[in-house]
């Protein structure tokens, strides 16, 4: 029993997860029904796979590595997103969060602890929503609702799968995970109250 609930199988779940919602939505970008937004996407990108570093200094073995894949998986989409004539469109509040991020980033060495790391971090990613939850409120049928669902799951189980609990450990699933579920909520008040989706988007 306790091998079924062991840390390593908590972070291969979560693994498994990562990929399972990312499949889907990278389908989705491909066939043009799901069009991210760029600015978003690099920000999450950079600072997920820096939290890894960070939590791994903090202990939190095999805990950190579904957030570790899931950051180059990040990469990756904000690279297809931009191939893909994703969402690029820049507004002043963009360009903000932007500016937020590439300055908390490098805090991160100059502070050489890795809960200020993780609360810099921490920070800047659920800034990196900005953007999102901008576009969502207008085009809540560009986005999948499914996959931000199936990230609240995922950083469940990263919890679950932590090796060492503390702040700096626990806070970066924890808050991404509440704030996905917070996205998805309002994806979906948003589409009842627009109505129904136009053909061609993600419902």
């Not at 990562?18 to 499949?23: G, N, S, W």
């Not at 990278?26 to 960070?54: C, D």
């Amino acid at each position: 029993m306790s091998a079924l609930l062991s840390n390593e199988v908590f972070s291969a779940i979560a693994m498994v997860l990562t990929f399972v919602a990312f499949y889907p939505y990278i389908r989705a970008i491909l066939k043009g029904k799901t069009r991210p937004h760029v600015f978003s996407w690099f920000i999450w990108a950079a600072v997920t796979f820096t939290v890894a570093t960070a939590q791994l200094a903090g202990g939190a073995g095999v805990g950190a590595w579904p957030i570790a894949v899931s950051g180059l998986i990040t990469g990756g989409v904000a690279l297809l997103a931009l191939s893909k004539s994703a969402d690029t469109s820049i507004h002043r509040a963009d360009w903000i969060f932007l500016a937020l991020a590439a300055t908390a980033l490098p805090l991160w060495w100059l502070t050489n602890d890795p809960l200020a790391a993780v609360l810099i971090l921490t920070s800047v990613d659920l800034l990196g929503f900005g953007p999102s939850i901008r576009k969502a409120w207008t085009l809540p049928h560009e986005e999948n609702a499914l996959f931000f669902t199936l990230g609240a799951i995922r950083n469940g189980f990263v919890v679950l799968a932590l090796e060492h609990y503390s702040w700096t450990t626990a806070l970066f699933p924890a808050a991404v995970g509440l704030a996905c579920i917070g996205f998805v909520a309002m994806i979906l008040i948003r589409r009842s109250v627009l109505g129904p989706v136009v053909a061609g988007l993600t419902r």
